[in-house]
């Protein structure tokens, strides 16, 4: 499918935070350029499209509008992971919203208002890539781990409902700590992938039934 180079740029760009004349910084041209581009008045000559695909951080073929979403990964999930290390039995829910633009997802807290009694919300941050609809790989900040920032890999469910992976970060001057996670579209889900997975440290006997929200 294609969507359009100026389209993708502009979209790309807005996600990622770049204003035109930021981009432009980065890719040696000017912001009128970029304008020009996003319009498609004028297309990128291609060594100016591989410095536009690394700054958007996409492929040159998903510069040029040329993308599949085999499976869409936006909307409302579930995001759920064990505790570091010293609290390896302990797990953490959080609603979670996730953007999905051509191969790359970004990840966010959603904006749920808690109750006064009710534990302040953890705050999630990341960003992830799509790879052959089969894995996702990435960054991550918050889920309550020791450090401020963690890998994360998941294997994703072929209908895109759940995906269970691990996360891993640093802890202390030269160690590593790492627990497992799970994305899934209900809270039910979520909670029992990842008690499955602590039970038997990683492996999923089965996935759970269709998700019934989206």
Known sequence: MNTGTGKVIQERRRLLGLSQPA????????SRQITRYESEEQSPTLPVAVRLA????VSLAELAGIVDNRVDLAG????????????PDE???AAVTIRHEGDHL??????????????????????MRVWEG????GWVRGMDIAFPIGTIYYSLHPQGAHAVGSWTTKSGPDGLVRGWSVLAREKSDAEKLLAE???TDGSVESWPGPSRSA
Do not use: F, Y
Request: proline content about 9%; overall charge negative; charged content about 20%.
């Open 23 to 30: 981009l432009a910084t980065a890719i040696g041209v000017s």
């Open 54 to 57: 690394d700054a958007l951080q």
């Open 76 to 87: 409302n999930w579930w995001a759920a992971w064990q505790k570091p290390a010293n609290h």
């Open 91 to 93: 797990v953490e829910v």
């Open 106 to 127: 970004m990840l966010d807290s959603a904006p749920e208002s808690p109750a006064p009694e009710s534990d302040p919300i953890t705050q999630v941050r990341g960003e």
């Open 134 to 137: 089969e894995a996702l790989t």
């Open 197 to 199: 997975m602590l039970r």
